[in-house]
């Protein structure tokens, strides 16, 4: 069931995110052909284009979290969704893993197509630049790429948590029409929550990673994610499974 | 027979409104039922519980003998009162999703309802009409061969002659062994197809009783009997 349900979260996003990679990368492709055609003007508009559409994939990929986690579970659509024989725990993991996916590709083609771009119009040679930035990365130490990938992933897993918590408790505490405006102060509450939680916890951020390694700091900052993503996910859960309540 | 839904002392509150108010019934497998009253009696809020939409209440919730879970939700095919369709999807789309979820999704049956509607698979469905969703709609849950059916209001606000067609489908196309529970307020072409009927009252069950006591025990029409149970006769 799982495999089918991450199968048709792809399917229901495909369209979406698919067209929008492409035309960043047309986009860079084209601002570089027009540029070194001389054709400043159009080149210059394309450029424009592409920086505006490249800066946009930010929003555009949190619009649709909040469509994924928010519409399509509580929506109408959620009755389709809630038909089905599927676990509560078998939805979440569908959601995150498809989101987790969507939002490290949008990060790849965002900086890929911006990478190419610039190497191509600057000609600033971007293999050997990067090739130098690694090796001297690995010259440094190995297990701090590992735990900056580490922190990186779960603080990804962490925003999705946050968000699919956020329209689980929306969904728990109100029943009106108001539902943008009440989930946008329901964002800055929970995440003053949250904060205040971890503040709570593990004391001042800062003094808990103090006296750790590089590595150890990074480490100690995941594990810091894990344990509050942990909990936002169980929480959903226990929504989920017996508060959920379509309109 | 056996029983396909039982509730006990069910009971749902929607901040101080009762919804639903010690509710019992117990429902036999096979027949066809009618959940009728007025907007606002609860019927809504039966079936949303019944099919797992709803998980706020208190009281006991059986399906085929087991608490509503994953695996109930395997046994009910639920036509909800709106559209749950996304935007982005084709019918095909839709149709290997339920083809996916569902054992029982016969591709076959809801091809052959398609073109009885005389809907094309190839299109999106947010080109359709809203008349040709909701059909869409009602052949995506009679394309099952499932042991539940619920319909919630599948005739309201829809013109008369695709309620005949609707009417018609739900008779002829459904698993003959299945049982059907279907809620509306509007019974005046509909009362000749129920085995038996609820008649639900401001969340109370009024009379939960064989069509044809009902109408012999009244001496009057199931229209005319619903009307004067309600007070809405003259």
Request: proline share 2%; glycine share 8%; hydrophobic share 50%.
């Amino acid at each position: 069931m799982l495999r089918k349900l991450i199968k048709h979260e792809f399917i229901a996003s495909y369209r979406i995110y698919l067209p929008s990679y492409v035309a960043v990368v047309l986009l860079a492709l084209l601002s570089v052909t027009t540029f070194r055609a001389n054709q400043s003007l159009i080149g210059g508009f394309f450029m424009s284009l592409f920086f505006l559409l490249a800066g946009g994939m930010a929003f555009f990929t949190v619009y649709n979290l909040i469509v994924s986690l928010g519409q399509r579970v509580y929506g109408k659509q959620g009755y389709l969704l809630f038909s089905i024989p599927a676990k509560t725990w078998q939805i979440m993991v569908a959601k995150a893993v498809t989101n987790l996916i969507w939002i490290v590709c949008t990060v790849a083609i965002t900086v890929g197509s911006f990478l190419m771009f610039t190497s191509l119009v600057i000609s600033w040679d971007v293999f050997s630049s990067l090739s130098e930035v690694i090796t001297e990365f690995i010259g440094i130490d190995p297990g701090v790429w590992v735990a900056m990938g580490s922190l990186g992933l779960v603080q990804l897993i962490y925003t999705i948590g946050f968000f699919m918590f956020l329209f689980a408790l929306l969904n728990l505490v109100y029943k009106g029409e108001k539902k943008v405006f009440i989930g946008i102060l329901l964002y800055f509450a929970v995440d003053y929550v949250v904060t205040t939680i971890i503040s709570l916890i593990f004391g001042s951020t800062g003094m808990f990673l103090e006296g750790l390694s590089d590595a150890g700091a990074i480490w100690g900052s995941a594990a810091i994610y894990l344990v509050v993503s942990i909990g936002l996910y169980l929480l959903t859960y226990f929504i989920m499974d017996k508060k959920m309540e379509l309109h | 027979m056996s029983e396909i839904v039982r509730t006990q002392y069910l009971t749902k509150l929607y901040g101080q409104v009762v919804a639903l108010d010690d509710v019992n019934l117990s429902l036999e497998s096979g027949k066809i039922i009618g959940l009728l009253g007025p907007n606002g009696s609860g019927k809504t809020t039966l079936i949303k519980i019944l099919t797992g939409m709803s998980k706020q209440y208190t009281g006991k919730v059986f399906i085929n003998g087991k608490p509503i879970s994953n695996e109930s939700k395997a046994l009910i095919s639920y036509l909800p009162d709106q559209l749950y369709f996304d935007p982005w999807m084709k019918i095909a789309d839709l149709a290997l999703f339920m083809k996916d979820m569902f054992a029982d999704f016969d591709p076959a049956q809801f091809a052959t309802l398609l073109k009885r509607f005389k809907i094309e698979d190839r299109i999106h469905i947010r080109k359709l009409s809203k008349g040709n969703q909701e059909k869409l709609q009602l052949a995506l849950v009679l394309s099952r061969k499932a042991q539940f059916y619920i319909f919630d209001e599948p005739i309201g606000g829809v013109d008369p002659a695709l309620r005949q067609i609707i009417l018609d489908t739900i008779i002829n196309e459904r698993n003959p062994e299945a049982t059907i529970l279907l809620s509306t307020h509007q019974i005046y072409d509909v009362e000749s197809l129920f085995d038996e009927v609820i008649f639900l009252k401001e969340g109370h069950v009024l009379l939960h009783q064989p069509t044809s006591e009902v109408i012999a025990a009244s001496g009057k029409s199931l229209l005319e009997t619903f009307k004067e149970v309600f007070k809405y006769a003259a």
